[in-house]
């Protein structure tokens, strides 16, 4: 008799614990672990940052991998499942698919659908809500130059260019010489630079060019630069929107493996708001207080998720 309510006793005192296991592995266990990686450059951290710090607030176990490698090491690391989730341009869909010869690449929407279903299609990856700035090559003008002369566009500029106004743009060669960028903007826009309009630099670093821009160096007021570079703003300098579309548009976007996007499809959700507010003033500002001020992009994420109240 003694046995028999020793092994009931024992039968229900294992009971309780499996009841007491099942509860706490329940609503409470972490999602995930989900790894995200980035780009070695200053927007690749900012936006990595972002992704990370809105995952862990959802409830994601998050491996940190910021700034992980250049465009082909990322890439191959997401194809191969190293990597999970990662920010992306849509332009590069261009030269990932051998499309660079279409037009459809030079309209945000229009590149944007093509990339997002050509990497589903062939990898699996979903390309998640782009952010409404474009990160591709551009030309830039002093604040002074754009105020005077009301310079918004490249259409305001070619028309200051053709009647004669003072210009003289810094590039690197490669940006001068290239039929994809100074020519292919003279080309769509109709004006032309003359080599005593430019000085060429053999760095393709955009800092130096916005500086040299900035300072006035030897009649400098114009300078090669990319959309979304920290320095424009802190430089006080103005990028000149592409109307007609000389250049690829490259929004930035995160891209996340398909298996995992099935298993989270919340993921989509909770960084839409994240992307949509980052205008390319806003990315600009951002940039700057990492590259210029040398602010941790953790901390500038930080900063810019809570006063958008995207955290508390």
């Known amino acids: 008799m003694l046995c028999k309510r020793l092994v009931l006793g024992l039968a229900s005192l294992c009971l309780v614990l499996a009841i007491l296991a099942g509860c706490s592995s329940g609503p409470a266990a972490a ?44 890439r191959a690391a997401i194809i191969s499942g190293e990597l999970d989730i990662y920010p992306e341009y849509t332009g590069n869909g261009a030269f990932f698919f051998n499309e660079a010869d279409l037009p459809l690449w030079n309209n945000a929407q229009q590149g944007y659908e093509e990339v997002k279903r050509l990497d589903k299609e062939k990898n699996n990856i979903v390309w998640l809500t782009p952010a409404p700035a474009n990160n591709t090559w551009a030309i830039a003008v002093t604040k002074t130059l754009a105020d005077k002369e009301n310079l918004k566009s490249l259409d305001d500029f070619a028309a200051y260019v053709n009647r004669g106004g003072t210009v003289k743009l810094i590039g690197s060669e490669e940006f ?36 040299a821009a900035s300072l006035g160096t030897n009649g400098v007021n114009a300078c090669m630069a990319y959309g979304t570079d920290g320095g424009l703003s802190a430089f006080g300098l103005v990028v000149l ?21 099935d298993k989270y ?15 390319l003033v806003t990315l600009q500002t951002l940039n700057a207080r990492i590259a210029v001020n040398g602010e941790p992009a953790a901390d500038v994420a930080l900063s810019y998720l809570t006063e958008k109240k995207l955290l508390k």
């Open 265 to 279: 499809p919340e993921i989509g959700t909770i960084l839409a708001p994240v992307l949509q507010g980052l205008d």
């Open 241 to 261: 929107t592409d109307p007609r579309g000389a250049q690829p548009v490259y929004e930035p976007a995160p891209i996340i493996r398909g298996a995992v996007y």
């Open 31 to 74: 999602k995930g672990p989900i790894t995200v990686g980035s780009k070695i450059d200053t927007e690749g951290a900012l936006l990595s940052q972002m992704i990370i710090q809105m995952l862990r607030a959802n409830g994601f176990t998050v491996t940190d991998k910021s700034q992980f490698g250049q465009t082909p090491i990322v």
């Open 176 to 211: 001068i010489t290239s039929p994809a960028a100074l020519p292919a903007f003279e080309k769509a826009y109709g004006f032309t630079l003359t080599q005593a309009q430019l000085v060429s630099v053999s760095s393709g670093d955009t800092s130096q060019t916005e500086k």
